[in-house]
C-alpha cells in the first residue's frame, strides 16, 4: 500500500496560482493512476483531475478544465497539482489518491490509497 502526503496548500486571493505537492511512500507510484479530490465546507469529495501511469492520458472536472494540471513526476514519486485563476469556489481540502486500475481504460473513483488532504483557501 502506497503512502501520500500532500502539500503546498495555502491562503490566496482570487486570481492567484497554488501548486500543490503529493509525495509518496512505500511504493513506487509508476504503476498507479493518481488523482486529486476535493471536499469543500459542506460539500462531498468530488473529483478534481487523474493522470495516467505514464502522465499521457489525463482526465479532469469540466470545472477545472484550463485552470488546473496535473503532473507526476516518477523518479520523485510526486506527483502536482498547478491551480491557476483560483476562485472562492476553489477553497476546499484537496486530496490526493493512488490506484493500481489503468486510467487508459476509463476514470474510475473509488481508489484504494489517500493522503489525509492539504487545505486550500481562496478569499475574494
Known amino acids: 500500500q502506497v503512502q501520500l502526503v500532500e502539500s503546498g496548500g495555502g491562503l490566496v486571493q482570487a486570481g492567484g496560482s497554488l501548486r500543490l505537492s503529493c509525495a509518496a511512500s512505500?511504493?513506487?507510484?509508476?504503476?498507479?493512476?493518481m488523482a486529486w479530490f476535493r471536499q469543500g465546507p459542506g460539500k462531498e469529495r468530488e473529483f478534481v483531475a487523474a493522470?495516467?501511469?505514464?502522465?499521457?492520458?489525463?482526465y479532469y472536472a469540466d470545472s477545472m478544465k484550463g485552470r488546473f494540471t496535473i503532473s507526476r513526476d516518477n523518479a520523485k514519486n510526486t506527483v502536482y497539482l498547478q491551480m491557476n485563476s483560483l476562485k472562492p469556489e476553489d477553497t476546499a481540502v484537496y486530496f490526493c489518491?493512488?490506484?493500481?486500475?489503468?486510467?487508459?481504460?476509463?476514470?474510475?473513483?473509488?481508489?484504494?490509497?489517500w493522503g489525509q488532504g492539504t487545505q486550500v483557501t481562496v478569499s475574494s
Open positions: 512505500g511504493s513506487t507510484i509508476s504503476r498507479y493512476t
Open positions: 493522470i495516467s501511469w505514464t502522465g499521457r492520458t489525463t
Open positions: 489518491a493512488a490506484d493500481r486500475f489503468d486510467l487508459r481504460y476509463g476514470l474510475r473513483t473509488d481508489f484504494s490509497s
